[in-house]
């Protein structure tokens, strides 16, 4: 059976990061968990051009689609999770956290880390994989 993926890009800074603390300005200090990162990558996702930002979600989808066909299984868990990616100045996923437990998150999550994107406008950039699944 074939599912379809929904990626949601966040367009505005969640008031959630403001509330748990999250430093909105630009560092270079690696989030410790993942709300705060996920905080960085709405941040950084609401702060790019239009035509920046549709490049970057076709990018993404294009690595979404090649990494859920590596991890598919004959059964998988379908539950929605949440990858967050960290872009070095070439635009590699360099660091990933992850809110979900199934095993294909945890697969996404492996197959994800070394890729690489576009090139960021600055670095660290921080953009997120938020995936539902519907039949």
């Not at 076709?58 to 872009?87: I, R, Y």
Request: proline share 7%; with cysteine; aromatic share 6%.
């Amino acid at each position: 059976m074939r599912h379809a993926i929904a990626i949601a890009i966040a367009i505005a800074i969640p008031l959630a990061a403001l509330l748990c603390g999250v430093s909105l300005s630009a560092s270079a200090q690696t989030p410790i968990n993942y709300s705060q990162a996920k905080a960085l990558a709405d941040r950084d996702e609401a702060s790019l051009p239009a035509d920046v930002a549709e490049a970057m979600r076709s990018t993404q989808a294009d690595t979404l689609k090649a990494g859920v066909e590596a991890c598919a299984t004959p059964q998988p868990d379908t539950s929605p999770f949440v990858v967050v990616a960290q872009l070095d100045a070439q635009g590699r996923i360099e660091h990933t956290w992850r809110q979900g437990t199934t095993p294909l998150s945890i697969c996404m999550e492996k197959f994800l880390r070394g890729r690489i994107l576009l090139v960021p406008a600055r670095s660290p950039f921080y953009v997120s994989y938020e995936l539902s699944f519907t039949p």
